[in-house]
């Protein structure tokens, strides 16, 4: 058929099309403007507002730097697809490798590698087991994070209750730290009883499965915190198709679709971290071990509370992007 | 199939019995195998991206970690191989996979101590642990006549869930030194990876099995007609629990090399394993419908999306555009299965790609 030897050729030529396409969408190739640094910012995970906004955080410092920094994510949460990942950009070689550990013990060897084969590495939101040998850490106050949450909890429902949290997965430092947060702040208080961390695997559809089946169970859960972005929303949805009412859910990071459930009263408060200023100043890290400069070895970013009172106000900041 | 010696007055059905006698050379017979042409297109993969990042990707510091990634990947590849040519399908090696890597874990913690005998013992414990899933597989899939997609399907649920149990979702994180120092990141000769001769080794010794063995012989048959093979005695319940058997082993081994590599049994990660290594072994020529593939096939398929991945990072693409990459060669190479089978049942003495370029007569 003719048509068969036009679509072969047309075939192969999308499959070298795509090769140059990539020539052209990619890097320019490795140090082409002399003295101009290269820095691979590895994502936790792909598609995740939290790091498309620490990515932008990055871009414009390192416009400011005269740097260039090449985004990389896995399509999911996982060690096992963020390895080859680091792996590929080491052979890269970049100046500084940043990076969102997506395990802490996992990861401590890949990432060490990349540091033995010459590259600055700058730990963003999550870290590893041993970090010293990396220029610096920078990661939210989680644990405040998770206190500031329970007191959000706390002030809504002052007759005390029971109360849940709904995590990723154990091993991530930064969830675990929120977790811990909150789980100590419920233990110092005698009106609530904690119902444990149940894991939602960093998907939506799970966090909500867990909190309706938590729901049938307990039906007196006064409290629910969602320690990140995926969690949240997803127990946002949870909630809602359970029908229950007089819940305060508090959720972690303020991705749009969460400020959506902020704005129409499912999701009561958010936790918003701040991942355009981790992000600009993990570029400075990195530039400045690059330049012999001073750096510091571990810095706390803050955060701010949104709720329905001052999301149009002053909160309207720190509100993640989905691009940049 | 070969090239026909066309006597003047000779009809289609003459020149097809004409073809089955006269002479093809070996050339030509290795020429038109789907795992040759499938390394030609990693070889224009390979090239294309040297030329675009030449002083980043054609390096053996790059290579060898190319090949360290994919070395777990190439073992379940081998299984996985074994499974597809029976006409079957294997969804659960990554569960087992986690799964086999908790039994090892709890085993070697339970026995304390950093040395090698430990580390037996973890090995052992891994690779039985899944031949049990591999065992439970094929008795479910030959004796209560239950389609392989569903039971693996259902199995990976119940091996993930059963690993997290065991361990109240919690990673186990003490793996004994020797394992991570000499098989995650040891090297043999100074920089082959340790545990990419491990894989080699299997590889070997699963294209040994496949390809020249009895044993192999009666899983092409079982994959090309199961009825068939059957009737001529091939004792296909008991072949197909070997192969499943065989592949729950080699996942069982897998966990433990996954342990190794990455200190901790990751219990939420593998998530993708399943379909990587589908898709790689279809890729590499073994046919969904069973009866064809080679080992050799698989490997090179595995090899495309991690080349693929490699160099779009090296290149600075946006790693969505490393998916579409995936997606379409699997696609095309699919394709090309297909035309091929289609040739062959016709009994055409032409090949793929003469026929894909040329133009119909009449």
């Known amino acids: ?324 | 199939m070969s090239n026909s010696t066309k006597a003047p007055g000779m009809g289609p059905e003459t020149t097809a019995i004409a073809g089955i006698d006269a002479k093809e050379t070996r050339f030509t017979k290795l020429a038109r195998t789907q795992w040759l042409q499938i390394l030609i297109v990693l070889i224009a993969i390979i090239v294309l991206f040297s030329i675009a990042a030449p002083e980043s990707f054609p390096h053996w510091g790059n290579v060898r970690l190319i090949i360290q990634n994919a070395s777990i990947l190439a073992i379940l590849a081998v299984g996985m191989t074994f499974v597809i040519v029976t006409a079957g399908i294997d969804l659960s090696i990554g569960s087992v996979l986690v799964f086999s890597g908790v039994v090892a874990a709890m085993v070697m913690r339970a026995m304390g101590g950093d040395g090698w005998g430990t580390a037996i013992v973890g090995i052992i414990a891994a690779i039985l642990s899944g031949i049990a899933w591999g065992l439970f597989n094929g008795l479910i899939i030959t004796k209560l006549k239950v389609p392989p997609l569903i039971v693996t399907l259902g199995s990976m649920g119940i091996a993930l869930g059963l690993a997290q149990i065991l361990t109240g979702g919690v990673d186990i994180r003490e793996v004994p030194a020797v394992l991570t120092n000499s098989i995650g990141y040891g090297n043999v000769f100074g920089t082959v990876p340790v545990i990419s001769v491990i894989a080699l080794a299997v590889v070997v010794v699963g294209a040994i099995i496949l390809h020249r063995t009895r044993f192999g012989l009666h899983t092409f048959a079982i994959g090309s007609n199961e009825e068939s093979a059957r009737r001529v005695g091939v004792k296909v319940d008991r072949r197909l629990i070997a192969v499943y058997t065989l592949t729950g082993g080699l996942t069982g081994l897998a966990g433990v090399l996954s342990l190794s590599q990455f200190s901790t049994t990751a219990i939420a990660g593998q998530t993708e394993t399943n379909l990587n290594v589908i898709t790689a072994v279809v890729i590499g020529g073994t046919s969904l419908f069973g009866g064809i593939g080679t080992i050799i096939g698989s490997i090179v398929g595995l090899f495309i999306p991690a080349v693929l991945q490699n160099g779009f990072v090296i290149m600075g693409v946006q790693p969505f555009w490393q998916q579409v990459a995936v997606g379409l060669v699997l696609i095309i190479a699919v394709y090309v299965d297909q035309v091929r089978r289609a040739q062959a049942s016709r009994g055409g003495d032409a090949g793929v790609w003469r026929h894909l370029l040329a133009r119909r007569r009449g």
Not at chain 1, 143 to 166: N, Q, R, T, W, Y
Request: charged share 20%.
């Open chain 1, 1 to 324: 058929m003719k048509w068969s030897r036009t679509l072969t050729i047309t075939a192969i030529g999308a499959l070298g099309a795509l090769g140059f396409a990539g020539c052209s969408s990619g890097g320019d190739g490795e140090g082409d403007t002399a003295g101009s640094y290269e820095f691979a910012f590895v994502q936790g995970v792909a598609g995740d507002e939290f790091y498309i906004s620490m990515q932008c955080g990055m871009e414009s410092k390192a416009k400011e730097l005269g740097v260039t920094v090449n985004t990389q994510g896995a399509e999911k949460f996982d060690p096992s697809l963020q390895k080859p990942l680091v792996d590929s950009v080491v052979a890269s070689s970049p100046d500084a490798l940043l990076i969102a550990a997506t395990d802490q013990t996992a990861m401590q060897a890949p990432i060490k590698a990349a540091n033995d084969a010459g590259v600055e590495v700058v730990l963003v939101d999550t870290s590893i087991e041993d970090p010293s040998f990396a220029v610096s850490a920078i990661a939210s106050d989680n644990i405040g994070g998770g206190e500031a949450a329970f007191k959000a909890i706390a002030e809504a429902h002052p007759d005390g209750g029971k109360v849940l949290v709904v995590s990723v997965d154990p091993g991530i430092t930064t969830t675990d730290q929120r977790a811990e947060g909150f789980e100590a702040a419920v233990a110092e208080n005698d009106k609530f009883e904690s119902l444990g961390v149940q894991y939602s695997h960093n998907q939506p559809d799970e966090a909500a499965r867990i909190v309706t089946a938590s729901l049938q169970k307990d039906k007196d859960i006064v409290g629910i915190f969602a320690a990140n972005l995926f969690a949240a929303e997803g127990t946002a949805t949870g909630v809602k198709q359970a029908g229950a009412e007089d819940l305060t859910i508090v959720g972690f990071d303020a991705g749009p679709a969460q400020v959506e459930q902020l704005k129409a009263g499912t999701v009561q408060a958010l936790v918003a971290q701040e991942p355009a200023s981790i992000g600009e100043q993990a570029v400075e890290q990195a530039y400045n071990a690059l330049e012999g400069e001073e750096t510091t070895t571990e810095i706390q970013t803050g955060f701010t509370i949104i709720t329905q009172d001052n999301i149009d106000g002053d909160a309207a900041d720190a509100v993640y992007q989905s691009s940049c």
